[in-house]
């Protein structure tokens, strides 16, 4: 069964104090792995999209890495603008089109 | 900027009414656009697939009578919570994929409609 799963669930950071999520995923065959951020309320918001292993995708402070059994999102120097839910999605070769499988995300706090 | 809108935001309703909801893919055509729902603190999950000009496909375990989707143009879709009951309360997001270049495609999600069924 294709199953994706996050950790940490919840991270708790002081401003400027650098960490990774990880997203570690089971599935038959990727098509492609994506990163959004959500904030409470609202939809998720698209970050990156890693189509295979080695990849790697950088905005601002962020920074997404692919291999062939997980990805991790790194975070430089985070603000506290940076809290969010942070979520791990993955599309799959046998899936439809809009079957995105995501994980329970990462709800990230930053403290100035 | 958004690419995906959603209308309401926001809709309170009494149980047994129904209650529709747009969403609309901006500067983009979307032959199909998915409609999911999250609980409060739990992930996303696909409810249903929405095609423009025929039938959408439901996920297991997703009643098609309970919510009915219309795809009637290449930007709009709607989801409508039939007879809805408390349970349904939920926020229901739709998405939408843009293709890039051809080959590469991003799922762009819209902003959530929060649903309260009292």
């Known amino acids: 069964e294709d199953q994706v799963t996050q950790s940490p669930e919840a991270l708790r950071l002081q401003e400027g104090e650098s960490s990774s999520l990880n997203c570690s995923y089971t599935?038959?065959?990727?098509?492609?792995l994506f990163w959004y951020r959500q904030d409470p309320g609202k939809g998720p918001e698209f970050l990156f999209t890693l189509y295979s292993a080695g990849e790697e995708k950088e905005k601002e402070r962020l920074k997404a890495t692919l291999t062939k059994k997980e990805s991790f999102l790194h975070i430089t120097a985070p603000k506290p603008e940076d809290s969010a839910t942070y979520l791990c999605a993955v599309q799959t070769n046998g899936g439809s089109q809009g079957n995105l499988i995501f994980g329970k995300g990462t709800k990230l706090s930053v403290k100035p | 900027g958004a690419v995906v809108s959603q209308h309401p935001s926001r809709v309170i309703c009494k149980s047994g009414t129904s209650v529709k909801i747009e969403c609309r893919s901006l500067?983009?055509?979307?032959?199909?656009m998915f409609w999911y729902r999250q609980f409060p603190k739990q992930s996303l999950m696909l409810m249903a697939t929405s095609n423009e000009g025929s039938k959408a496909t439901y996920e297991q375990g997703v009643e098609k009578d309970k919510f009915l989707i219309n795809h009637a143009s290449l930007t709009l879709s709607t989801l409508t919570v039939t007879s809805a009951h408390p349970e349904d309360s939920s926020f229901y997001i739709c998405?939408?994929?843009?293709?890039?270049?051809?080959?590469?495609?991003?799922?762009?999600f819209g902003p959530g409609t929060r649903l309260l069924v009292l």
């Open positions: 998405s939408a994929f843009r293709t890039s270049g051809g080959i590469k495609e991003t799922q762009y």
């Open positions: 599935v038959s065959g990727l098509r492609g």
């Open positions: 500067d983009f055509q979307a032959t199909t």
